[in-house]
């Protein structure tokens, strides 16, 4: 099957469309994992144990099963219980929920990384809980972690093509509707690789830029 030119004129409006979903997906996504992440971080250094451990369970839990799985109780079991959602909602709900285990960890490991000291000077000053939290250890634990929170981001871009299963009409889903409805193939798959390609080495420079701004923090 020869290349066809006219051919991918034709159907690149509706790739673009396919790209413009698969981006904000992942944008909506990235922005629900960083929340749900330190909701997650946070919670499991609770002096609650009861809440800590149920919280760790369940992350441990969401992390240790397929995304695809995640999608699909989501987008058709949920709604057995009454809880329907569109598509693209339910979609960034199952990436946000999936990835913010993933920045749960990193999340954790910055917290860390905090010198014992500034807790103890936090201590010494009275600070509350709040303030020590939002002016003392979040200030010098998160920039350091956004290189690992970017390449997750990245991560979830690629993983992006799943939501086809749920009918979001992304990148995938619409180049799959395309060559089955003309039977032609190899235009349409290859402009996906293309565009995740593209897309894919754009955020790599961003995650290079983000290594060398955030990668080594003066303490």
């Known amino acids: 099957m020869e290349w066809d030119w006219e051919f991918v004129r034709q159907i690149m409006p509706t790739l673009i469309a396919g790209v413009k979903i698969t981006i904000l997906a992942t944008i909506l996504g990235s922005a629900l994992a960083a929340v749900v992440g330190l909701a997650i971080a946070l919670a499991r250094r609770s002096a609650n144990k009861t809440l800590a451990r149920a919280v760790g369970f369940a992350a441990e839990f969401i992390r240790g099963t397929p995304l695809l799985v ?42 860390d990384n905090v010198p014992s000291g500034q807790w103890e000077a936090a201590k010494a000053c009275n600070l509350t809980a709040q303030q020590t939290w939002t002016r003392i250890i979040l200030p010098q634990a998160i920039p350091p972690m956004m290189p690992a ?8 871009f690629k993983e992006t093509p799943l939501l086809s299963a749920i009918t979001v009409l992304e990148l995938m889903n619409q180049a799959k ?43």
């Open 70 to 111: 995640q999608l699909y109780f989501i987008f058709y079991v949920l709604p057995d219980i009454g809880i329907l959602l569109p598509p693209l909602v339910a979609g960034t709900i199952g990436l946000g929920l999936h990835y913010g285990t993933y920045a749960a960890e990193v999340y954790r490991a910055g917290i």
């Open 149 to 156: 929170l970017a390449n997750y981001f990245i991560a979830m």
């Open 177 to 219: 509707s395309v060559a089955n409805s003309y039977y032609r193939y190899i235009e349409p798959m290859t402009l996906v690789g293309a565009f995740f390609l593209v897309i894919s080495l754009a955020s790599v420079l961003l995650l290079r830029w983000l290594e060398r701004r955030y990668g080594r923090i003066e303490r």
